[in-house]
């Protein structure tokens, strides 16, 4: 569906190149049919490298002055690369054009990605630090930005977008926002998107990572250590779910014992007071609570 969703676009002048990360799904068969069928469309392979990797190899074969990403599992309506490009026809001064998407499965399911119109003004370095969907993933930009810091980084295994955008940033391109919603953007419960803790231990090694370049920047410094407290916060938050989700009984204390430390209130406190003398008890109540948020 991807690759049929490239192939009908009304912007004809493309190359898609897929890269087959190592599957094992047959997924070399269907791209190899629809090559035979559209020689726009080829095929790079390698060995099961990760998401930054597999990227990486198809901007390295890529020939085209714009560049323009696609998941597996997403697609494009027909007017998305015309929508975008010709945004970045008419403001010669833009190099990044983030677009829109509606979301298909999961508890956002119909909903878009960013708000239509979008009532945020273009991001900068200091947007895109304080609000980290101010770009989104399906998103078209000049080959100057990774010819200028170089591709995407093969150490994260997610996040890796963020980052990408935060170093653009700070090397001075510019970014702006295509509003209306061009394409679907796939949510499932075994997605990237969906596992919570993988995203957040993701996006504080982005910050990680950004920090030391930022000591001359004291504006976005400070952006950057209120995100990691809130992030670490968040991430304390997810590991006690987890926990509480398993019936973890050490994990249960240790986690809402800390949440609370950073959170405070009364309901924490008394939650926090349950996990040390009844965490069986507080694991039910929890799980009761999940089920009826799902079948609500």
Known sequence: AAVASVRAQTFRDFELLVVDDGSTD???????????????????????AGISAARNLAL????????????????????????????????????????????????????????TPDPRADPDLCALLRDETSVFIMSVFRREVIDTVGGFDESFRSNEDYDLWIRAAMAGFRFTRSHTPAGYYRRRDDSLSADELRMLNGILRVYAKTRPALANRPEALAILDRQVRRFETERVAALARQALLAGDRAGIERWVTDLHHRRGGLLLLVARLAARRFPGLLTRAYQVHQFRLRHA
């Open 26 to 48: 047959g997924t070399a068969a269907v791209v190899e049919r629809h090559a035979g069928e559209d020689p726009r469309v080829r095929l790079l392979g390698q060995a099961n």
């Open 60 to 115: 390295r074969h890529a020939r085209g002055a714009l560049i323009a990403i696609l998941d597996s599992d997403d697609t494009w309506t027909a007017a998305y690369l015309e929508s975008q490009v010709r945004v970045l026809e008419q403001r010669p001064d833009v190099d990044i054009v983030s677009g829109n998407a509606w979301f298909q499965g999961g508890p956002q399911d119909g909903r878009t990605a960013a708000p």
